[in-house]
């Protein structure tokens, strides 16, 4: 099935595809922000502190990379899906740091995929995401599964 697709059912995920989601930038004043309310560590807010850190400067949180892989993956082919939501993620990497100016690409990749065998209008897609910077780094990865509806008849 083409990204272009319109909509998006269970039947519309094969093993082995992948969705190319696209590019993001990522600013310090979003890292900032972010780290702010969520993840207050010294590393993710505090300049001189992370300066003398392991990481040599401010980084992303990792929860702030699964909140804009996500953001992606919603725009790329969630909002026009018949999803259902997930019963969870198996499976959270965080490989190599995220900092200000570093230019995501991200991907889906369908893993696998289950119809239901008790409720035969929905099937679980299994998945991997991934993240990669400017340099070809893979920064994140996410396996996971989300519930689809199964295409009307």
């Known amino acids: ?8 059912y269970f039947e519309d995920f094969i093993p082995g595809a992948v969705i190319e989601l696209g590019q993001r930038r990522v600013t310090e004043e979003e890292i900032l922000r972010f780290a702010t309310e969520f993840d ?6 505090d300049h001189e502190r992370a300066k ?22 919603v725009d790329g082919f969630l909002a026009r899906s018949s999803s259902m939501g997930s019963p969870g993620v ?34 679980v897609v299994y998945t991997l995401w991934t993240a ?16 689809f509806g199964r295409r009307p008849h």
Not at 1 to 8: I, L, Y
Not at 40 to 45: A, D
């Open 40 to 45: 207050p560590q010294s590393f993710h807010i």
């Open 132 to 147: 990669e910077n400017q340099r070809g780094e893979m920064v994140c990865t996410i396996k996971g599964m989300g519930m």
């Open 90 to 123: 198996d499976e959270i990497r965080w490989i190599v740091p995220v900092k200000p100016g570093d230019v995501l690409t991200v991907r889906a990749e369908t893993l696998s995929r289950k119809a239901s065998a008790s409720k035969p209008d929905r099937g």
């Open 52 to 73: 003398d850190s392991i990481f040599g400067g401010v980084i992303a949180s990792g929860w702030h990379t699964c909140s804009m892989i996500m953001r992606m993956v």
């Open 1 to 8: 099935m083409s990204e272009q697709t319109s909509w998006w």
